[in-house]
Nanobody, 126 residues
């Protein structure tokens, strides 16, 4: 059974950095694109960034563009989210997710993600 497990969340001051990790494990892993999403208290879950496993093509939400970087290590089946210049509004539970669907550019924010991790909490203090 395929699983996604996130780590790396924590408490950081505004302006600081964190690096989230997500490991994909299981018998097979055939997803086309991996994504990071987040959900703040009382808010709906929102797209943060996505990367294709093969081409490493990336897409970002406007709110994180220039501050966050998504990357992957195919050999290790690892997904990363480097978060710099963090703001209090980045406070949320961050989830990694996988989708088997083809997508392009910001369209990767709207495909159906069928595998999700349990989430890791990020708190940014002001």
């Amino acid at each position: 059974q395929e699983q996604l497990v996130e780590s790396g969340g924590g408490l950081v001051q505004a302006g600081g950095s964190l690096r989230l990790s997500c490991v994909a494990s299981g018998r097979t892993f055939s997803s086309y694109v991996m994504g990071w999403f987040r959900q703040a208290p009382g808010e709906e879950r929102e797209f943060v960034a996505a990367i294709k496993w093969i081409s490493a093509s990336t897409s970002y939400a406007d709110s994180v563009k220039g501050r966050f970087t998504i990357s992957r290590d195919n050999a290790k089946k690892m997904l990363y989210l480097q978060m710099n210049s963090l703001k209090p509004e980045d406070t949320a539970v961050y989830y990694c997710a996988a989708s088997p669907d083809y997508c392009s550019g910001y369209g990767c924010s709207r495909v159906s993600y069928d595998k999700w991790g349990q989430g890791t909490r990020v708190t940014v203090s002001s």
